[in-house]
């Protein structure tokens, strides 16, 4: 089983839309975790950092469910903006490491 | 600006022929590493530095060295690149403490 999963999508959604994307951790010791955006043939970006409380910014949610050991990512009023490709961030417990998803791939249309 | 450069951005060499990227950051972050990203398999660290002189394999050091003698610089050498070694790589770089990585605007690397 992979450390983080996430489906790859793509998700195609209309502009407006709200959208969801869950992803999986493994190791149920893993303490921090990040949502961070990618645009194509860029570098990663840290979108939001994910706190067991949730958190909000702006159009963006993240919450974490520990005893399912899935994090989410939810995006309200969807933009053209927002296409790119989501990468799901945990960091196992080791003071030196992040352990990437493979990412979720969103695209938004008119 | 605060920033993490990498250098090439794009090179394509040859079977064996020894290579050197070059990472610089300028924000005095004392953590650096390298990732590489293949299709399908995400991001996947090569390297990793905590300060000068100090530096520890990732999940994938093979074929892959690093040295750390100065903060802000963390190269990433190939002695002998081969095929299999093509790929898109990203230096990274944060403060100890902080998981907000900063990322390098990749270099993007044929090997035939």
């Known amino acids: 089983r992979k450390e983080v999963e996430q489906d790859p999508g793509p998700f195609n959604v209309p502009e407006g839309a709200t959208v969801a994307f869950n992803c999986t951790y493994s190791n149920s010791a893993s303490q921090s975790f990040f949502w961070y955006r990618q645009d194509c043939r860029k570098e990663p970006k840290l979108l939001m950092s994910v706190y067991s409380s949730g958190n909000e910014d702006g159009r963006f949610t993240a919450q974490l469910n520990r005893a399912s050991q899935y994090i989410s990512l939810l995006i309200r009023d969807s933009k053209l903006s927002d296409s790119a490709t989501y990468l799901c961030?945990?960091?196992?417990?080791?003071?030196?490491?992040?352990?990437f998803g493979t990412g979720t791939r969103l695209q938004v249309t008119l | 600006e605060a920033q993490v450069t990498q250098n090439p951005r794009y090179l394509i060499t040859v079977t064996g022929k020894k290579l050197t990227v070059t990472c610089s950051q300028n924000?005095?972050?004392?953590?650096m590493s390298w990732y590489r990203q293949d299709p399908g398999l995400g991001l996947r660290q090569i390297y990793y530095s905590m300060n000068v002189e100090v530096t520890d394999k990732g999940d994938v050091p093979e074929g892959y060295k690093v040295s750390r003698k100065e903060k802000r610089n963390f190269p990433l050498i190939l002695e002998s690149p081969s095929p299999n070694q093509t790929s898109l790589y990203f230096c990274a770089s944060r403060q100890v403490g902080s998981y907000e990585q900063y990322f390098g605007p990749g270099t993007r690397l044929t090997v035939t």
């Open positions: 961030v945990v960091n196992p417990g080791t003071a030196s490491k992040l352990t």
């Open positions: 924000m005095n972050h004392e953590y």
